[in-house]
């Protein structure tokens, strides 16, 4: 189990990275969908099946699909962006140590309580339950998240329509 | 009824300014004039009544309108006083006023500011009023701020003139330098007696009030020097012959007949106060005998005829204050009495000449008058025989008793004061010579215009020459009914002087005197038809003189142009160093808001970093710096 | 299978997910393309939703997972808001080059 969790990991953050750093914006996406099916894996590793194939349907099937659209649209696979001056990179590179950093020192120092771990054996993420808390605890933001993706659309249709120049 | 008779004479005056002032246009040419003549009438037949009233039960009347301020143990209210001096008073300065109403309404006919004109008069009347119906030191220092003011509004009334304006403002200032000593004089009176009143503090020191010699000798040291100013007494009097540029009228009564008396009321008003200090009366009457006779002394080489009356004026002036230095404030107010009607008279008169001639007022181009003026002539030769002194007249009573108390005082300030008014009936003498004898002297054209004046004009100076010449009836010597009547205001009794020898000797050389100043001045500008010289033909002593003993530029030298050092040195230096400094701040102020300006340039990564360092440092306080 | 958590433990799921936030922190701030600074605050968001499920399985609540489908349902509606004004960006820059965004220099 622990070695499938570092592999998983490793391919998570080595992904991640690339896609980063790489020149190409059609390779940085490519290597963001692997970085999205390792995430699946973790989540298949908790057992939260159906969380693993919404994940892999929505951000692989769909957001990385709209972005390829868009990469395509604006012809950018082509390597021709200059990178941003020593300064700033330096800078952001200082940022990534500093939030690391801040993070890893709160978490440490706040010491959280993690006690023996208890399993009751009871079943909490299978879809059926997953459906009842779903649509019996949390009714209204799943009814708000409907409206939220209506209005995403609506927006991004009046977003990027052509304007017509008056004559 | 007393208090409503009272607040009738107090703001008759007022209301007649209030009405020319907003309304005076609308009524026409001559409807204002005859407003404040009536408004000025109205308060003399009240004052009128008082007198009769006061002379009757020789009580004086208190009228208190209401508390004006309170501090700890000092209150002011205000109240006004009507006993038997102010009550005089008040009778020649509205009865005088109203003369000078009635001569205005023909004088400044042509005037298209008519309106304005009376108004400033009528207001002045009503600070007068207020100046001598005060019972308390600050009432009457409202009364004398607010003469002040009328004063400079009606000498710069032309206004079109810068040199009436500059006359008008040297006037002011030089008063308000004097009101400076008077408001001190006054603190320190407050501070002494707790009370501004004049009862209250008469009764204090009747009944032991304890207090400091010293600091009253200052007060009334301070408050002689508010007396200067107002009184036209060295060294605050060069501002009364510059304030001949205001039209003759406005000379006559606020320069000749009350404002100026201002002073000797206040001193007689505060007299049991004064003979507790005879250091200070030592101090005012030489200040008088000196005033006196160096404005004489100028006065005897002038050519405009309204300047040689205005240093007449500063002469009998300071006679007057001579006389109240001695002790002797009955006759300073007697004196007072019949300057105000001879000196009024010649002011008048001498307006009626400049009417006639439109404008002219040098009497080297005059001459001959007395053939087309007649009445002006008459009542003007009336008036120059009372000022000299021939006996008869009121202007011989009342100098005589000046002369008598000098010189039972200090024989040296006697001396100074004959000479003085043996050079007052000379250059009287050769006015009236100049002016009205021999032959014409001006140009054709005002010969074909030359005319008596009108009635209006004409009636006052008869009536003010009548009092001048019969005046003297009120205090003769051996049985004076005005030192009678005016005995419970003075502290100490009048000095009574027998007629023995001495004072018949006394009273010779005077007449003497005035007689061989007369015989001089005929002998030279009516038999030899002598005529003053030009301007730039004065040599030697007379040089001086007509250049005012060149009093002016010294003071414009020593006084003056430090001032104006000193403004100009705050003016380049201290208002620039300030300035840079509010300024600099300001440059301060913009430089750190340009350099925070930088950090709004528009770069999206930028504030991307500063997004995420402010992340950083919010869970670093939160979490971590505890 | 057997919980997971009993044999990795939450601290590996909590490291590695503050990891990949600071990842998509790093992708935001160094690059210029602003498709890849997107790409970069979805990786910010899977980040948290991993947690999100991690301590859902450690205290046995569906809540977290729940809260994972709205989290998820946000990032869709943001990223096809975000694609579209990148596009109006484009056709007005001819590019996406965000150092070109400057209007509002001050």
């Given at each position: 189990m622990l070695t499938l969790f570092y592999i998983l990991s490793a391919i998570t953050l080595g992904t991640a990275f690339l896609t980063i750093l790489s020149k190409n914006p059609i390779h940085s996406a490519i290597y963001l969908v692997l970085c999205f099916f390792s995430i699946a894996g973790h989540y298949l590793m908790f057992n939260a099946q159906f969380l693993a194939m919404v994940h892999v349907i929505v951000y692989s099937g769909a957001i990385m699909i709209l972005m390829l659209f868009t990469i395509m649209l604006m012809n950018l696979n082509k390597e021709d962006e200059k990178n941003k001056n020593l300064l700033s990179r330096l800078a952001a590179a200082g940022a990534f140590g500093l939030l690391g950093l801040i993070f890893l020192a709160t978490f440490i120092k706040s010491q959280p309580v993690i006690s023996k771990y208890e399993v009751s054996g009871e079943d909490y993420q299978s879809i059926k339950i997953l459906g009842q808390v779903l649509l019996h605890d949390y009714m209204v933001p799943f009814e708000f998240a409907s409206i939220l993706l209506l209005v995403s659309m609506i927006g991004a249709v009046l977003l990027s329509k052509k304007e017509h120049i008056n004559s | 009824m007393d208090t409503n008779l009272a607040l009738l004479l107090l703001f008759t005056p007022f209301a007649g300014f209030l009405i020319n002032i907003f309304f005076g246009k609308k009524l026409g040419h001559s409807a204002p004039g005859w407003l404040g003549t009536a408004a000025v009438a109205t308060s003399f037949a009240v004052t009128l009544t008082f007198f009769l009233q006061v002379l009757a039960t020789k009580e004086p009347i208190f009228i208190n309108l209401g508390q004006w301020l309170t501090l700890a143990n000092f209150t002011v209210d205000f109240s006004f006083q009507l006993d038997q001096l102010s009550v005089l008073w008040l009778m020649f300065v509205t009865g005088i006023g109203t003369l000078i109403h009635m001569y205005s309404i023909s004088y400044m006919h042509d005037d298209e500011n008519v309106h304005k004109f009376f108004a400033y008069l009528n207001l002045f009347v009503f600070f007068m009023i207020t100046l001598v119906m005060g019972s308390n030191l600050l009432i009457m220092f409202i009364g004398w701020e607010g003469v002040g003011l009328c004063s400079y509004l009606l000498i710069g009334f032309w206004h079109k003139n810068q040199d009436y304006n500059d006359a008008a403002k040297k006037a002011f200032i030089m008063n308000r330098i004097g009101d400076l000593g008077f408001l001190i004089g006054i603190f320190i009176l407050g501070y002494l007696f707790h009370t501004t009143e004049y009862a209250v503090i008469k009764t204090e020191l009747d009944n032991g009030w304890p207090f400091n010699k010293e600091l009253l000798g200052i007060a009334m040291l301070c408050l002689f020097i508010g007396a200067c100013g107002k009184s036209a007494q060295i060294p605050l009097y060069t501002w009364l012959p510059d304030a001949m540029a205001g039209p003759t009228p406005v000379s006559a009564l606020i320069?000749?007949?009350?404002m100026v008396t201002a002073g000797i009321f206040m001193i007689t008003r505060l007299n049991f106060l004064f003979n507790l200090t005879p250091d200070v009366l030592e101090v005012i009457a030489i200040v008088g005998a000196v005033t006196s006779i160096v404005a004489a002394a100028i006065g005897l080489v002038q050519t405009d005829i309204k300047k040689v009356l205005a240093y007449s004026t500063v002469s009998q002036l300071g006679l007057m204050f001579l006389a109240l230095g001695c002790g002797a404030y009955e006759v300073a107010v007697f004196h007072v009495i019949t300057h105000a009607f001879f000196k009024a008279c010649l002011f008048l008169g001498s307006g009626s000449v400049i009417h006639a001639l439109h404008g002219e007022q040098d009497m080297r181009k005059m001459g001959g008058l007395s053939k087309v003026m007649k009445i002006t002539f008459i009542t003007f030769v009336l008036s120059s025989v009372a000022i000299s002194g021939v006996p008869g007249f009121s202007g011989f009573f009342s100098k005589d008793e000046i002369l008598i108390s000098a010189f039972h005082h200090s024989p040296v300030l006697w001396g100074i004061a004959s000479l003085a008014s043996i050079m007052t009936a000379f250059y009287m003498f050769r006015l009236v010579y100049v002016t009205f004898f021999n032959d014409f002297r001006g140009t054709e054209e005002q010969k074909h215009h030359l005319h008596e004046s009108p009635a209006l004009i004409t009636i006052p100076l008869v009536i003010l020459a009548l009092l001048a010449t019969f005046g003297g009836i009120i205090s003769l010597p051996g049985h004076s009914w005005l030192n009678e009547y005016l005995a419970p205001v003075m502290a100490a009794p009048a000095a009574h002087h027998e007629l023995g020898n001495l004072e018949y000797i006394l009273m010779g050389i005077a007449v003497l005197g005035a007689f061989i100043g007369i015989g001089i001045a005929y002998f030279k500008y009516r038999k030899k038809g002598e005529v003053p010289p030009g301007d730039a033909e004065f040599t030697g002593l007379a040089n001086v003189l007509y250049n005012k003993f060149y009093v002016d530029e010294i003071y414009s030298a020593v006084i003056v142009k430090p001032l104006y050092m000193i403004g100009s040195f705050f003016k380049n230096v201290t208002e620039v160093a300030i300035s840079g400094f509010v300024f600099g701040l300001g440059k301060v102020a913009v430089t750190l808001g340009g350099e925070g300006r930088k950090l709004q340039n528009g770069s999206v990564g930028f504030y991307l970093l500063v997004f995420v360092l402010g992340v950083c440092s919010i869970i670093g306080y939160i979490f971590l710096a505890k | 299978m057997e919980n997971i958590l009993q044999q990795i433990g939450i601290e590996n799921y909590l490291y590695l997910s503050t990891l990949l936030f600071c990842v998509g922190a790093f992708g935001v701030l160094f690059r210029r393309n602003a498709i890849i600074m997107f790409m970069s605050i979805e990786i910010m968001l899977n980040a948290v939703n991993l947690l999100l499920v991690a301590f859902s399985t450690y205290h046995q609540d569906p809540a977290g997972q729940v809260f994972v489908f709205f989290s998820m349902a946000v990032a869709a509606a943001e990223v096809a808001v975000g694609l579209a004004i990148l596009v109006a960006v484009y056709r007005n820059l001819h590019g996406i080059d965000i150092d070109n965004l400057k209007n509002l220099k001050g």
């Open positions: - | 320069h000749a007949a009350t | -």
